[in-house]
């Protein structure tokens, strides 16, 4: 079992079933058998009925387009994507993509 450090931003923190006070969210989850990002989203998915909605589609396998995830500090595409392994103490910040134009 490891630990892994959770941060969610804006709304995102409503997809757990929790109401934002401040506008984030911070946590600390002990997962077992979760040994890439895919598989931990795959589980909080399972518990989290609003988080399979709006963030994680399990049918899919694929992260919402309007979700970024920032792990360890750096934007997860730039790590291995989804297949990143996770490990004791890793950072993951969901926050909303900013749009523009």
């Known amino acids: 079992m490891i630990k892994i450090n959770l941060e969610f931003l804006s709304w ?5 079933g929790i109401e934002e006070s401040s506008g984030s969210l911070r946590f ?3 997962v077992e058998g979760a040994s890439s990002v ?8 399972g518990r989290y009925p609003g988080f399979a909605q709006a963030v994680f589609d399990t049918r899919l396998q694929k ?3 309007k ?3 920032f792990f360890n500090g750096r934007q ?4 291995n994507g989804l ?3 996770l490990q ?8 909303p993509w900013i749009q523009g134009g």
């Open 63 to 65: 992260l919402d387009d």
């Open 28 to 30: 600390d989850l002990e």
């Open 38 to 45: 895919r598989e931990l989203l795959a589980q909080m998915a």
């Open 88 to 95: 004791e103490g890793d950072s993951l910040v969901f926050l």
């Open 67 to 69: 979700v970024c995830i």
């Open 76 to 79: 997860l595409e730039l790590e």
């Open 83 to 85: 297949e990143t392994r």
């Open 12 to 16: 995102l923190s409503q997809t757990l």
